[in-house]
């Protein structure tokens, strides 16, 4: 079992750049796919990108290519996304999400383990 803490939200002008932080539990953390997801208010989550247990492979939703990056640090148990150019419609609670699995997933019930989220708020 794992447990996920995502940290580095908060409010940015749009053209912006903020860096979420997502922390896992436990010491079998390179044994897990891992993916961020986003939710608006109003919206369904969504998938925002994906990364391998190894981070050698990477997905991202077509929204965000170009302006966001996920990557991982298995040695500290942390999985990032670094966003620069955001924009207005970026504004949503972010969640990172864990599957014991080699890849990531791009559908939420592949998820087992979700962290809290954390508020990202892009203004105009």
């Known amino acids: 079992q794992v447990q996920l803490v995502e940290s580095g939200g908060g409010l940015v002008q749009a053209g912006g750049s903020l860096r979420l932080s997502c922390t896992a539990s436990g010491r079998t953390f390179s044994r897990y796919g891992m993916g961020w997801f986003r939710q608006a208010l109003g919206k369904e989550r969504e998938f925002v990108a994906g990364?391998?247990?190894?981070?050698?492979?990477?997905r991202y939703a077509e929204s965000v290519k170009g302006r966001f990056t996920i990557s991982r640090d298995n040695a500290k148990n942390t999985m990032y996304l670094q966003m620069i150019n955001l924009k207005p419609e970026d504004t949503a609670v972010y969640y990172c999400?864990?599957?014991?699995?080699?890849?990531?997933?791009?559908?939420?019930?592949?998820?087992?383990?979700w962290g809290q989220g954390t508020q990202v708020t892009v203004s105009s």
């Open positions: 990364i391998s247990r190894s981070g050698g492979s990477t």
């Open positions: 999400a864990a599957d014991l699995a080699v890849m990531w997933h791009t559908v939420l019930a592949d998820y087992d383990y």
